[in-house]
């Protein structure tokens, strides 16, 4: 039941996030004080037709898994030139999708719609409190900063927990930008894997909620330590903006290199360790999600490459640029792993 993944913190799409972004030095450092400036940079951002990067080439045996290397967020005006993304689509037996999280709540429609003013109460901070009671003087004076520039005079956002606000903060700083977190590749793969009746697998950790409604009350009265997840969403959005639209202009034109030249220190890693930490989450099986997200993908491609004589992935280009990834993890069991 997705709705309730809202009210757990956007949880399934930060766990992969999580187990696959190397832990990398920040771009640039703070000032004394804590804070940086905020930089309007004149980066321009690509547009029209681009052709992505290339794919990797995992093989053993005859049999191979080709993988695309994602990256989020991208340029919001490009179109991805997916010609030869389609043609190994086309060949293969099998598409499988990047790693992820799924929650049942064994819900219906109407209870589900009876929950969403308990997901709105679930965002807000315990007590009522407002972020700057919750937060440090010098980190909610550069959160005035950031959301002046990217949300406004939004008066609502002030009673949301630290993550929820520093989501909230990192959509609307993207959307600015120019960028996107979706909508230009996943949906021409989607189509090319239908009209060729390729089989999907979902290497998913699937997650039971039980009693959804004292889940989300649990939730509401419990505390996080998420200051360390708003810290760092800031400190992207002041140091990284303009590193992030060339990021994703490397990706749009194929620049491999480019982008290996640009780590980066991704906040997603605080906020999942946020949520995944805390006793609520421990009694849920929600600990010890990154470990289990990767065991999940590792067996289905290996299953791919052992049954199939073509298969077609998709990870996040992080993922493929660590040296100590998924594709190392392959080269350990015996497979040859060339890059585009």
Not at 21 to 28: F, I, L, M, Q, Y
Not at 44 to 50: A, E, K, N, T, Y
Not at 127 to 143: F, I, N
Not at 157 to 176: D, G, N, S, T
Request: charge should be neutral; aromatic fraction near 6%.
């Amino acid at each position: 039941m997705r709705l309730l993944c809202v009210g757990l913190l956007w949880l399934s799409a930060l766990v992969p996030v999580l187990a696959q972004t190397p832990a990398e030095p920040p771009v640039a450092a703070t000032t004394a004080t804590g804070a940086a400036p905020v930089i309007d940079m004149d980066t321009m951002v690509v547009s029209g037709v681009q052709p992505g990067p290339g794919l990797w080439r995992v093989s053993k045996d005859g049999h191979v898994l080709w993988i695309m290397g994602t990256l989020s967020p991208l340029p919001k005006r490009m179109t991805w030139l997916s010609r030869d993304v389609e043609g190994v689509i086309a060949e293969s037996q099998e598409a499988l999708k990047a790693p992820g999280v799924s929650f049942d709540a064994d819900i219906g429609i109407v209870r589900g719609a009876m929950l969403i003013p308990s997901l709105l109460k679930a965002r807000r901070n315990p007590d009522g409190a407002t972020l700057q009671e919750v937060l440090p003087a010098d980190l909610y004076a550069r959160w005035q900063v950031l959301k002046l520039k990217y949300i406004g005079r939004d008066a609502g956002v002030e009673k949301w927990r630290p993550i929820f606000a520093a989501r909230e903060l990192y959509e609307a700083a993207i959307k600015k930008a120019g960028l996107a977190e979706g909508g230009i590749v996943g949906p021409v793969v989607e189509k090319a894997v239908k009209a060729h009746k390729v089989k999907v697998t979902s290497p998913v950790v699937k997650l039971k909620v039980e009693d959804p409604k004292n889940a989300l009350r649990e939730f509401r009265d419990s505390s996080l330590s998420d200051v360390d997840c708003f810290r760092r969403t800031l400190d992207r959005l002041e140091t990284d903006l303009a590193a992030m639209t060339a990021r994703a202009n490397a990706w749009a034109i194929g620049d491999i290199e480019a982008l290996r030249a640009m780590p980066y220190d991704d906040q997603n890693r605080a906020c999942i360790l946020a949520m995944t930490e805390t006793g609520f989450a421990q009694k849920r099986g929600l600990d010890d999600l990154p470990r289990k997200v990767e065991a999940e993908w590792m067996a289905a491609a290996e299953a791919a490459l052992q049954n199939n004589a073509s298969t077609f992935a998709t990870l996040p280009i992080s993922e493929l640029l660590k040296p100590d990834g998924y594709l190392s993890k392959l080269q350990a069991k015996g497979y040859e792993v060339e890059a585009p």
